[in-house]
């Protein structure tokens, strides 16, 4: 992986409208699929229970994937998949994983809803205190959930829109020969609890 550009905020062209500037932008090229899982990972040994994680990208652009990496960090039970078909699916901590007494990974698919109002209705305020909350599609909708939050915005940098298909037990993943596509990931941190950006402890970043 490489890191073209990491610390101070970008123009305010390259910030989504969400109601308040980030306190750092990170910009991380990633060329495989293993790197974004690496990724994931990475970024998971930084977070803790309350954290929210709010992900943005085409499809195909690898937000399973990324979030595959950080369910294997966090030490949750294996098998996440898209949530597209099932709007919030649960991922428990192991007891006897990598991580024992950790958080849980609550996975999110906010696509079909169109407002905060309705991310209400599916009461995450009952697990987001004890669990990562990541939710996919969350822009605009969950900013009210948690005074702090992680937007993570993946990129195809080659663009297109049929990178990916479904498999035998529904999720959405990667075409084959897309694989080792290079990716542009974007890390924003907001909240008192993002004062400070992480150093993500993954092979290729400093």
């Known amino acids: 992986m490489s890191v073209p550009e990491t610390g101070g905020i970008p123009d305010t062209g390259g910030i989504p409208e969400?109601?308040?500037?980030?306190?750092?932008?990170?910009t991380?090229?990633?060329?495989?699929?293993?790197q974004t899982h690496a990724l994931g990972a990475a970024l998971a040994e930084v977070l803790r229970a309350g954290d929210l994680l709010v992900l943005t990208g085409e499809l195909g652009a690898g937000k399973t994937t990324f979030t595959q990496g950080?369910?294997?960090?966090?030490?949750v039970r294996a098998g996440i998949i898209s949530p597209t078909?099932?709007?919030?699916?649960i991922h428990p901590n192991l007891p006897d994983g990598p991580h024992p007494g950790g958080p849980d990974l609550v996975h999110v698919d906010a696509y079909r809803l169109g407002s905060a109002s309705?991310?209400?209705?599916?009461?995450?305020?009952?697990?987001?205190?004890?669990?990562?909350?990541?939710?996919?599609?969350?822009?605009?909708r969950v900013e009210h959930l948690a005074e702090s939050r992680l937007e993570v915005e993946l990129h195809r940098q080659l663009g297109g829109g049929t990178a990916?298909?479904?498999?035998?037990?529904?999720?959405?993943d990667f075409e084959s020969e897309?694989?080792?596509?290079p990716r542009t990931i974007i890390i924003r941190g907001f909240?008192?609890?993002?004062?400070?950006?992480?150093?993500?402890?993954a092979e290729g970043i400093s």
């Open 18 to 26: 969400t109601g308040n500037a980030p306190l750092w932008v990170q």
């Open 28 to 34: 991380l090229t990633v060329t495989t699929a293993d």
């Open 70 to 75: 950080l369910g294997e960090g966090l030490g």
């Open 85 to 89: 078909f099932v709007l919030v699916r």
């Open 118 to 140: 309705e991310i209400d209705d599916i009461d995450l305020e009952n697990t987001l205190d004890s669990a990562v909350t990541v939710v996919e599609w969350g822009r605009d």
């Open 164 to 172: 990916a298909h479904h498999t035998g037990n529904g999720a959405l």
């Open 178 to 181: 897309d694989d080792d596509e």
């Open 191 to 201: 909240g008192p609890r993002w004062a400070e950006q992480p150093e993500l402890a």
